[in-house]
């Protein structure tokens, strides 16, 4: 059974840094593409990053290039999600997914694991 544990959410400042952790375990995480989401209240999940099988590519939106980046340890089983220059906007429910597939994508629909999220929030 696959199973993907989010960890290192919590409240910081503006302007602080957090860094998410995924565990994932019951796949061949060497073969899958990861992304992060996230959902604030009352809004859409959205896409926040994405990092290919072997770490070559990774895409990030445009609301967090730059501040954010995504990497990965397929000897831990682990991706990660290191935030920095946070914003109040940057506020959400952070998942981890995972594809069958080692493609990169940016679309919700595309993947096929979720981990049940962790808090961020960010105040002013």
């Known amino acids: 059974q696959v199973q993907l544990v989010e960890s290192g959410g919590g409240l910081v400042q503006a302007g602080g840094s957090l860094r998410l952790s995924c565990a994932a375990s019951?796949?061949?995480?060497?073969?899958?593409?990861m992304g992060w989401f996230r959902q604030a209240p009352g809004k859409e999940r959205e896409f926040v990053a994405t990092?290919?099988?072997?770490?070559?590519?990774?895409y990030y939106a445009d609301s967090v290039k730059v501040r954010f980046t995504i990497s990965r340890d397929n000897a831990k089983n682990t991706v990660y999600l290191q935030m920095n220059s946070l914003k109040p906007e940057d506020t959400a429910v952070y998942y981890c997914?995972?594809?069958?597939?080692?493609?990169?994508?940016?679309?919700?629909?595309?993947?096929?694991?979720w981990g049940q999220g962790t808090q961020v929030t960010v105040s002013s």
């Open positions: 990092i290919s099988k072997t770490a070559g590519t990774t």
């Open positions: 019951g796949l061949t995480f060497s073969r899958n593409a």
């Open positions: 997914a995972a594809r069958r597939t080692g493609y990169t994508s940016n679309l919700p629909h595309d993947y096929d694991y």
